[in-house]
């Protein structure tokens, strides 16, 4: 009994290290959202102020990986409006701020970040039904480290783990700062009343701003890539379907979402409106997303859930994690609400 016990500690302690090596090799991704349309902000600086209203709130959060170990938690909240509309056409400037906050793993390895996000949104057509916008996104952020937290094959005696051990580790830092830059561009173009399209590409961490708690200048923030599409078409009376694609590369990693939404309208007044959403969406060789969500005049919800078919899903038993989004849209008086620029989706 005592040598099982043993060998269950042992591997316990190689557990540990492997997640611990393996995050500092890897913690230079970046947090992402299963419902990546309710994070606008984070999707895209040129989608800042590109709303159907004056302003817009969104939170969004995600834990995951809570079958594994201790779960990985993100939080985000931006808010953006719009600013020095053209009277007679379209464009637009969009003023916002973002900030994330990302907690990982036994060590709560975590990310604070604070962005300011600007663009310019441009029409195109005389109908104010087709525009492109422009953005850009600079910000500060802190990643902090609790080395405590974290176990070390040293403080095994033998026998069984002895935090008073010496580690055999030596760390200088637990935290650092950096600066971030991005920028992107979004396309929308409605064709009628029923049906429109929406794409766009972004670029973060354009000054690859380092990462080393070790004073390494070698590792970096990899740039992040994303490139995405969506459209919406009626399929029946009141019923809509809303079919997208997300890919994202970052350094070595890349990542495909798609996956369709389909809207059932109940009450299509502008001043009353409300639908319901439900939608099913796949993460290539990672994982199913289930999406419900409701519309209720000016406010959006949304909840998912990653069910796991990975190759970790014997470890994580296909649960993966939960997600909420919730977005507020509101103008400051009916006189100054913005229909010429419709909401591209949820």
Known sequence: MKKSRNIIFKSSILISVFVFSAMFKLYAQDIHFSQY??????LNPAKTGFLNASNRLVINNKNQWGAITVPYTTISASFDMQLFKR???????????VFNSDKA???EFSTTQG?????????????????????????VAQRTINYSELVFDNQYNGNSFDPNL???????????LFYD?????????KLNHSTSFNGGFSAFHLNKPKQSLFDNEDVVLNQKFIIYGDCQFEVSNKTDLVPGVIFTKQGPYSEILFGSLIKFERNSNPDN????????YSRLVDAAVVIVGIERKKLSFGISY???YSKLQPASNSRGGLELSLTYVFSKSKSNKIKAVPCPIF
Do not use: C
């Open 37 to 42: 349309y309710s994070s606008p902000l984070n």
């Open 87 to 97: 009277k007679f056409r379209g464009d637009m400037f969009g003023l916002g701020v």
């Open 105 to 107: 793993g036994d060590s």
């Open 115 to 139: 962005n300011l996000s600007l663009s310019y949104i441009k029409s195109l057509s005389n109908r104010n039904n087709h525009f492109i916008s422009f953005g850009i996104q600079a910000g």
């Open 166 to 176: 010496y580690t055999g580790e030596h760390f200088t830092n637990n935290n650092f």
């Open 181 to 189: 830059l991005s920028a992107g561009v979004h396309w929308y173009y």
């Open 273 to 280: 409106y409300s639908a319901i959403n439900f939608g099913i």
């Open 306 to 308: 990653d069910v796991n």
